[in-house]
């Protein structure tokens, strides 16, 4: 027996009144659950719509719809992550490796400019957060597509990692402010660590936009 169009529309609602919030797991589920309701009243028409819904959702187990967001969520990080690391270890590589040797050169000899050390430590990282503007405008402009949120759109936050580091080199600055001024081999760390950072930032854009395309063509949205 097939559920109707308000049928399924029930399960659709009862679906994001369990917290279900990312629009991907809200189709995904509702397929999941009326499939196995259409199984169930084929193995026993008797059964009346709640019932079915009810031996549907108990396959599912106890919080098992929070419990495969959770784990969808869980995956997700970690593919997300691992591209990004193998993105930026591409940019580490031959032939790309020149530019990000030169961008390490250009920043550690600007560093000589500074009568203190510490100011030109500040100056990089504001220069860094400033690069963040645009990532943070196109990521809170595209958190909902017609009104829908997305998993994959939340998870490619292309700015986790980028903070990752600008929150390492801000509080390491703080830590070891006093050894920057002594010795010269901290600030071109510093600045290796603003060169990772500014990866972190353009591969996590890269993900973020392709997240954002393929999400757009699966489900057909402007």
């Known amino acids: 027996m097939r559920l109707t169009s308000e049928q399924i529309e029930y399960v659709e609602n009862y679906i994001i009144s369990k917290d279900i919030k990312w629009y991907e797991l809200q189709v ?3 397929d999941h659950m009326i499939n196995s309701m259409e199984e169930f009243w084929a193995e026993d028409p008797e059964l009346t719509f709640h019932q079915v819904k009810y031996y549907a959702e108990d ?3 106890r919080n098992g719809f929070k419990a495969i967001e959770e784990e969808r ?3 997700l990080r970690k593919e997300y992550r691992r591209m990004q690391w193998k993105m930026i270890a591409d940019y580490l590589k031959f032939p790309k490796i020149f530019a990000s040797v030169l961008a390490l ?3 550690y000899k600007s560093s000589f400019y500074f009568e203190k050390p510490v100011k030109f430590i500040v100056l990089l990282y504001g220069f860094f957060l400033a690069l963040f503007v645009p990532v943070i405008y196109s990521y809170y402009k595209n958190r909902k597509i017609n009104g829908k949120r997305f998993l994959q759109i939340e998870i490619s936050n292309p700015m986790a990692l980028g903070f990752g580091f600008l929150n390492l080199g801000l509080n390491g600055g703080n830590l070891c402010k006093e050894w920057i001024e002594q010795y010269s081999i901290l600030k071109l760390l510093y600045c290796a660590v603003l060169i990772l950072g500014v990866l972190a ?10 997240s954002l395309s393929n999400i757009r063509k699966q489900y057909q949205l402007n």
Do not use: A, R
């Open 28 to 30: 995904e589920l509702t």
């Open 59 to 61: 396959k599912f187990g």
């Open 73 to 75: 969520t869980h995956i």
């Open 105 to 107: 050169i250009i920043i």
């Open 201 to 210: 930032l353009i591969t996590g854009k890269k993900i973020y936009e392709k």
